[in-house]
């Protein structure tokens, strides 16, 4: 059973009585860095005392910087095609929705959108696209990516494709594989059946259970990394968060490897959905949930999208986001200047900072962005990635190919002024790198860089 409902309501219910001294023993206890019952999750989740919630953020904070330094992985998502056959009643790509400007990039138009990309500086992408088997096939996803990782200029390359298309048979799955995917995301949206079967009146996606086992199918099909989430507004945010950390802990049980990200999504409407109207979680509530996920699974990343405003994404990476969208736009062909987004898009985003400003802001914060996609090409995935981010080893290699990636890209993308604000940042994280042959190995490949060597990692 992936889903125990009856479990997650007599966490939740246990949790209203918590008391204050439980609630400080489980934050001691989650200080080591070991994750969460299902049970002390569901307490941390009920906290909002104010002197409780401060001890709780302090915690996932110090977890985090423990597990992953100072760094912030960015990416940008890419949209193949907004033609839809499911109806999901929050999404702009719906199929009954008339009023949506429908369309497929050829493959010369994803060229287009990726040279653009590049031009930004990205080099990781997350490939989205609406469910349609005929206008959509696994063939034309396969080219897509092949198209991705073969369109190059100058230096510049995609470098790590991750995909988020619609859940899928295991022959599919082995096709992604075959094509060289980073991690393959699939949201379940609402692990709650009945919310889940409103939402999903029609199209392949009306079932619950397939869309619930697609991982296992992924896993089946040689996908060892996988990222789950859950679009948080469409039902309680406690169960979905304690269903979350059931669905990861059943995927580490049986394939013995977790997801390798969890995102968190936050349902934004973009006018004119057929919706019943939900009440969304607040700001707080969003801040705690990201906090207590943080100490519940500390090992595997937090992904936090343009859904959420710059001001609230800024705070997010202290308690516990470790890879943020940049410079996203929601609709296919939406890269291009001269493209009318607000037609064709998915929802309306937040945070309209360019890819520079994003860095910048996350420099300027102390922390370290990072483009770097060396763990995949080297086969650090899955069950080895885990093992070696157990053992500490995330700051070993991570930490020397955040610097040697925002290097390049400042080298490649940055202005001046930017440049003159990271050559200290990075002369302290290079001298704070432990293993003196690491730090040695990253000056050597910094100097590289400055004479026009490429795509350095460790
Ligand atoms: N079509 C595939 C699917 O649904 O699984 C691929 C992913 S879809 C392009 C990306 C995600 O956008 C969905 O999984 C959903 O969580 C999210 N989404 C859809 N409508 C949204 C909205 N109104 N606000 C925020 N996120 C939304
Ligand atoms: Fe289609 Fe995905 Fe939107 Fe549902 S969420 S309508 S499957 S694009």
């Not at 890419?78 to 999404?91: F, G, K, Q």
């Not at 969003?286 to 992904?303: D, E, H, K, S």
């Amino acid at each position: 059973m992936i889903i125990n409902e009856k479990e997650i309501y007599e966490c939740l219910a246990a949790a209203k009585e918590a008391t204050p001294e439980q609630v400080l023993t489980i934050l001691t206890r989650a200080r080591a860095a070991k994750g969460l019952s299902l049970s002390e999750a569901a307490v941390l989740l009920h906290v909002d005392d104010p002197v409780l919630l401060a001890t709780l953020y302090t915690t996932a904070q110090e977890v985090k910087e423990r597990i992953y330094g100072k760094r912030v992985v960015l990416f940008a998502p890419l949209y193949l095609s907004n033609e839809c056959t499911n109806n999901c009643l929050y999404c702009a790509f719906r199929h009954s929705n008339s009023d949506l400007k429908r369309r497929t990039l050829t493959l010369d138009e994803l060229r287009e959108e990726v040279l653009i990309l590049e031009s930004m500086g990205h080099k990781r992408l997350l490939l989205e696209s609406g469910e349609d088997l005929s206008r959509v096939p696994i063939d034309y996803v396969i080219k897509a990516i092949e198209t991705i990782y073969a369109t190059k200029s100058n230096r510049d390359a995609i470098r790590r494709v991750n995909v988020n298309v619609a859940a899928t048979t295991v022959e599919n799955y082995r096709a992604l594989h075959a094509a060289g995917i980073g991690t393959y995301q699939l949201f379940q949206e609402t692990y709650h059946r009945p919310t889940y079967e409103t939402m999903h009146p029609s199209g392949p996606k009306a079932s619950y259970e397939y869309h619930l086992t697609a991982m296992d199918r992924a896993m089946q099909a040689g996908i060892d990394d996988v990222g789950l989430g859950v679009l948080f507004g469409l039902y309680d945010h406690r169960f979905e968060a304690l269903a979350l950390l059931q669905h990861a802990a059943y995927l580490e049980e049986t394939y013995g490897v977790g997801p390798h990200t969890i995102s968190v999504p936050r349902l934004r409407l973009s006018g004119n959905e057929p919706m019943p109207a939900v009440p969304l979680l607040s700001d707080e509530e969003f801040t705690r949930l990201v906090a207590v996920l943080r100490l519940a699974v500390p090992y595997t990343g937090i992904i936090m999208s343009t859904r959420e405003n710059a001001q609230l994404r800024d705070l997010l990476l202290d308690l516990g986001v470790s890879q943020m969208s940049a410079a996203s736009v929601t609709s296919p062909g939406g890269y291009r200047a001269d493209e009318n987004k607000t037609t064709s898009q998915q929802f309306a985003t937040y945070d309209h900072r360019s890819l520079l400003e994003i860095v910048r802001a996350i420099g300027k914060k102390g922390y370290l962005p990072s483009f770097c996609t060396a763990c995949y090409r080297v086969g650090r995935t899955g069950e080895h990635f885990m093992e070696f981010a157990k053992d500490g080893e995330i700051q070993s290699f991570c930490q020397p190919n955040a610097i040697l990636t925002v290097a390049e890209y400042l080298a490649d993308h940055g202005d001046e002024a930017t440049q003159r604000e990271f050559a200290p940042l990075i002369d302290k994280w290079v001298a704070e790198i432990s293993d003196p042959a690491v730090r040695s190995l990253t000056r050597l490949h910094l100097q590289e860089l400055s004479e026009g060597r490429r795509d350095l990692y460790l």
